[in-house]
């Protein structure tokens, strides 16, 4: 069983940066992938990027690409979303997720097999 927690959401102004980290517990959970998504009021949620295990391979939405950067430190068992330039639509509760299977970057919430709580990111405008 591996347990997520997200950390670092706020109220932030268009153009501003925030950082969020997601701390995992359990076994072998840095040998996983994870991913972020989001939701906001309404909407389904979406997938924001995902990193392999080793953190060398990362794969972004086209709506975050440029803004957006993933990155962990298996060490601390912390992955982190660093995100610049945010936008009032960037406003949402942002999950991280992990996903066991080996192999290409998934992109699907229904892949994913451990999910946070969520932290919640608004972007005033």
């Known amino acids: 069983q591996v347990q997520l927690v997200e950390s670092g959401g706020g109220l932030v102004q268009a153009g501003g940066s925030l950082r969020l980290s997601c701390a995992a517990s359990g076994r072998a959970a840095s040998s996983y992938a994870m991913a972020w998504f989001r939701q906001a009021p309404g909407m389904s949620r979406e997938f924001v990027g995902s990193?392999?295990?080793?953190?060398?391979?990362?794969y972004y939405a086209d709506s975050v690409k440029g803004r957006f950067t993933i990155s962990r430190d298996n060490a601390k068992n912390t992955v982190y979303l660093q995100m610049n330039s945010l936008k009032p639509e960037d406003t949402a509760v942002y999950y991280c997720?992990?996903?066991?299977?080996?192999?290409?970057?998934?992109?699907?919430?229904?892949?994913?097999?451990?999910w946070g709580k969520g932290t919640l990111v608004t972007v005033s405008s």
């Open positions: 997720a992990a996903d066991r299977t080996y192999g290409a970057l998934r992109i699907n919430s229904y892949d994913m097999d451990y």
């Open positions: 990193i392999s295990w080793r953190g060398d391979s990362t």
